[in-house]
């Protein structure tokens, strides 16, 4: 058997490749997510990715979806459609392949119709390789047996015709008392667990992957490219003249320096999207209010960029800025400006004398600013801390 891949390379690294072939997967989405924005990603990937796509639709009319995907004329050959939704509403079906059952009328009977449906739309694809979604499955709540019949029965052909398939479901308030979330967990071969978190007005999306079961979360979001690694702050600290502002703007694809009064009141914001990675990126201002900015930015800051001069660390004034970092739960990674100077202190000592991970970089040519967004990513998704809670 082998790997699907997911448009979320940091999930596939989590999951050694991607989704394993001929698999049930459920994707249960907080109501605070838009499941179907995730749903259309997917899709559009794996469509890209040259697959097949069978497309069970049980709550609006295919013909609705069919205006809604993204290029569906180009993939339109591609797609089959299971129409699982015009009987219940007393239409006469445009599809080849429809279930002849209302689903309002008999859960039970309706999925079990379902299955030789979808069975013979998923062989009826050429070539095979597909990409099954169902969408969604919150009318078969309840019917916890015939659902799991349907994943039973389904695998010999999600197999047979490397099929992996993607059920969707609004998480209606599944805890884990009720017992239903661990029974759902047991049905599926995966679990990822999309989730909502309010801050400061935001929603900050993360995938949880209950199963297999993973530590690590991935935070993200929906763009027109695509599905990103995305956090919403990380800020640029460091000495006076260290290279912040150079730093915001070379690592940003947008970029505004807010000067007023000179240096001493300048706020730097870029908009990051690199390497699937999509972040905001504030610089604080003059040192003296980075003590001030910490405190107000507080419990929103995901990550930060210690900006050092590596002619000249000032090695007091950047341990008592880690220190205060520390405090706070800060994941951070020093960058060792200057590189392109002769005399540049190597990012090796100066990682021996600060104790964190420090990364050589030249900001004002952009050097090694890719690696340092790799960096801190990594230290930010493992270094567990309160907004993941
Ligand atoms: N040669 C060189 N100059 C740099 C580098 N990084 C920043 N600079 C320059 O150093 C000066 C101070 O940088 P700036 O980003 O304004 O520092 P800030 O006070 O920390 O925001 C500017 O003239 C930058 O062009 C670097 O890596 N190499
Ligand atoms: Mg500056």
């Known amino acids: 058997m082998s790997k699907v891949s997911l448009p979320l390379s940091k999930l596939n690294d989590l999951l050694d490749g991607g989704i394993e072939d001929g698999s049930n997967v459920l994707i249960m989405a907080d109501l605070a997510v838009d499941k179907m924005r995730f749903g259309s990603s997917l899709v559009d990937y794996r469509l890209e990715e040259d697959d097949n796509l069978v497309y069970f639709i049980n709550n609006k009319l295919p013909r609705y979806v069919k205006e809604h995907l993204k290029d ?26 429809s279930v002849d059952v209302k689903a309002t009328k008999n859960k039970k009977e309706y999925i079990e119709e379902s299955i030789d449906v979808v069975k013979d ?37 999600l197999e047979s015709t490397n099929t992996v398939a993607y059920y969707l479901l609004p998480n209606l308030g599944f805890d884990e ?25 935001n929603v900050l999306k993360y995938i949880d992957i209950r199963k297999p079961e993973t530590d690590t979360k991935v935070p993200f979001d929906v763009t027109e490219s695509g599905l990103v690694m995305y956090v919403p702050k990380m800020i640029v600290t460091g000495p006076y003249n260290a290279g912040k502002s150079t730093t915001v703007k070379n ?49 929103s800051i995901f990550g930060n960029f210690l900006i050092l001069d590596s002619r000249n ?30 005399d540049a202190i190597p990012p090796e000592s100066i990682e021996d004398e600060m104790d964190v991970v420090t990364l050589g970089v030249d900001a004002l040519h952009g050097k090694g600013l890719d690696e340092a967004l790799d960096k801190l990513f990594e230290k930010i998704l493992s270094q567990h801390s309160w907004y993941y809670t």
């Open 72 to 97: 569906y004329g180009s993939y339109e050959s591609q797609i089959s459609f299971v129409d699982g939704f015009s009987k219940t509403v007393e239409k006469e079906s445009e599809e080849e392949f």
């Open 121 to 157: 739309a998923l062989e009826a694809r050429e070539g095979y390789g597909s990409t099954f979604v169902l969408d969604s499955i919150d009318s078969w709540v309840g019917s916890w047996d015939a659902m799991e019949e349907f994943l039973t029965d389904i695998k010999g052909t």
């Open 177 to 201: 008392e009720s017992g239903q979330l661990e029974r759902l967990t047991e049905m599926f071969d995966y679990v990822l667990h999309l989730k909502g978190l309010e801050r400061s007005g």
């Open 251 to 299: 690592m940003s694809e947008e970029s505004v320096s807010v000067d007023r009064l000179g240096t001493t009141v300048a706020l730097d914001h870029g908009k990051v999207k690199r390497n699937g990675i999509k972040a905001d990126l504030f610089g604080t201002p003059g040192q003296k209010r980075f003590d001030w900015a910490l405190n107000f930015l507080g419990r």
């Open 313 to 342: 660390p000032d090695y007091d004034r950047a341990k008592d800025m880690v220190e205060k970092l520390r405090a706070k739960d800060i994941p951070t990674v020093i960058l060792a400006n200057f590189q392109n100077k002769e």
